[in-house]
DNA sequence: CGACAATTTGCAACCGGTTGCAAAAAATTC
DNA sequence: GAATTTTTTGCAACCGGTTGCAAATTGTCG
């Protein structure tokens, strides 16, 4: 059915190890027969079968692209960028859907069966030990969007949450807000947590700003509007940090139902800036993750984990910034 | 480094075939062989390598997943929906971003040096030709949101567009409204094209109706936004049907900012009701497709053509419904 | 033109599995 | 317990490639 280098080899009369010379890089074949089997492969239209290969070369040139955030917004470009920033490497990404389970075991176990050479896992929910179990099987891993960590088992690529909410009272604190809170995404999500730590950090030096804190029990736009209507019945504060941009749309959507405005009652910002916070009819000041930064240098990092197993695991942070939009009020 | 049958085999006392045949769905093996194996096999943590299979069964459970539609945020419950539903099967999508090139050549290479069982062309604005290529290659291949053929030649799933188009003018009329257009993305999709044939043949039957057509440069926001912030300097019309949700979202967005009400002053009706269309602060009323029944409809096809490849190809289209939110005026 | 070096080529073994076939072992029958 | 049938097992060839090695070819130089 298919062609192989047998067949090219019979058409243009040479061995079958001629035929695979030609298809590789570097190899050792002269002008004549590289012309030769060229001629034959192309009349035959064959294409070698890159899984053969990968069984003598050990490399399958297949990345698994492990997410569990297949309802964030922000997520469409992230796999824009991964899956164009892999193919324009000659790799291929092989997409695993975590949706609800957390146990790493059966995906590495599915990811070692194709022999991946190497697995991107793309997501602020996980715990730094997932990706650790692909490490442990031997398989080149980066986490992005990952948990910062000072003595890091794996490669972590993100940005550094604490800083970001740090950023975020900041942002709040020079507007002239008093009274503040943050709205964080799952309690148990890193991301959560260390972002909550950073905001409370920096509001430590304030102690004349009121602060509080309250969880949304997802990364989503229900999750985001349930809980600032239950706020919003407790006695709001002046202005809220949102874990997410999709969590700060919801929360808009609510603060505008109760007939409250937007920034002029309460004020939000969120993390992300995912494509549609600037759809002006949403207009979200919110803070900027590097989303083309953190791909790249995770697709440079996986990449180079492959040609050097041994690597010492490195953590890269990027720097985010506020994208001043409209739902904050103006500095002073 | 890797365990190997072979590694299994030692450590259990028996023949490779003996493992391999404990790893395959019903192969003969005794009950006592099946136990050494397996013990051996667990304490060596050994799993079979799906690609060196692959190359004697011809068979890689890898399923190509193409698309070049990784701005519509409707296709994050897309990719979510296929990447699910083919590893409920045991199916891995190899995920192939088109970008810019609409060459099928290039995949096709690709994804036959992968041995991919099938392959999944995921997108409403390529050609029919695109999918054919994979047909003509040999690859089982489905075009999911694909154009309507009634002699299709490969397998086509989605929905009428045609029929679509009609329901927008059918629910604009029933409305009232007397001046109407039709708001296309890039003129050579051939979802455009259709929705437009379906849009003016409702409207042939009343004369009374004005109607007019304008095409935006891409399905997308800022494409929308420009092309409505045009229409509106020229006289526009009472109600819009835009050929797609987020190009509906930028209309509206262009709407609001003249200064001008929404569905007071202008009726604005979607298509597709991504997953934003319901957030309350854009609240958008739109056709909406049934994602999942398409998609399972796809996977169930593409399985059923790697099963039964001289299978006669299919056409299978799902109807639409308006979903009433509040861009449009309510019905008299 | 012959000696020698550098390139090119084919052979054969191997990568990690599967599978048809015949021999061996176990189960069934009388 | 022997004869027969059924099940299990291992051998060896194969899937479609790659690669070390030695032989064959080509090129260089005096």
Redesign the pocket.
């Known amino acids: 059915m ?1 062609i ?2 047998k067949d090219v080899a019979e058409r243009a009369g ?5 035929v ?2 030609t ?2 890089e570097g190899a ?3 002008r ?2 590289r012309a030769k089997v060229e001629k034959a492969a192309a009349e035959l239209g064959y294409s ?2 890159a899984l ?2 990968s ?3 050990g490399r399958t040139k297949l990345i698994g692209l492990i997410s569990n955030n297949f309802h964030n917004p922000l997520f469409l470009e992230v796999f824009d960028l991964f899956t164009r920033g892999l193919q324009d490497r000659g790799l291929r990404p092989l997409l695993v859907n975590l949706s609800a389970e957390t146990d790493p075991k059966q995906s590495v176990r599915m990811l070692k069966q194709y022999s991946v050479d190497g697995a991107i896992v793309a997501s602020s929910t996980l715990s730094p030990s997932f990706a650790e179990a692909f490490k442990d099987a031997g398989i080149p891993v980066v986490h992005s969007f990952g948990r910062f960590s000072t003595s890091p088992n794996v490669h972590v690529v993100g940005i550094d949450n604490v800083a970001a909410g740090r950023m975020a009272a900041e942002t709040l604190i020079a507007r002239g807000y008093r009274r503040v809170a943050f709205l964080g995404g799952p309690e148990q999500a890193t991301s959560t947590q260390d972002r909550a730590l950073g905001f409370f950090g920096a509001l430590r030096e304030h102690p004349e700003i009121d602060v509080s804190i309250s969880y949304a029990s997802a990364y989503s736009f229900d999750a985001g509007r349930v809980e600032m209507t239950r706020l919003l019945m407790t006695g709001p504060a002046e202005a809220y940090f949102c874990g997410d941009d999709v969590l700060s749309v919801g929360a808009l959507s609510a603060v505008q139902e109760a007939g409250l405005s937007v920034p002029g009652d309460i004020g939000i910002i969120g993390l992300n800036d995912m494509d549609m916070a600037r759809w002006q009819n949403i207009n979200l000041t919110t803070i900027r993750q590097p989303v083309a930064e953190i791909i790249g240098a995770s697709i440079e990092l996986v990449v180079g984990t492959i040609e050097t197993p041994n690597r010492h695991p490195e953590t890269r942070l990027f720097p985010c910034r506020v994208i001043e939009r409209g739902t904050l009020r103006a500095l002073p």
Chains 1, 2 share one sequence.
Do not use: E, I
Not at 14 to 18: D, F, G, I, K, M
């Open positions: 298919a192989t280098l040479v061995s079958r190890s001629a695979s010379r298809f590789t050792s074949v002269s004549k027969t070698p079968n053969a290969s069984l003598t070369t």
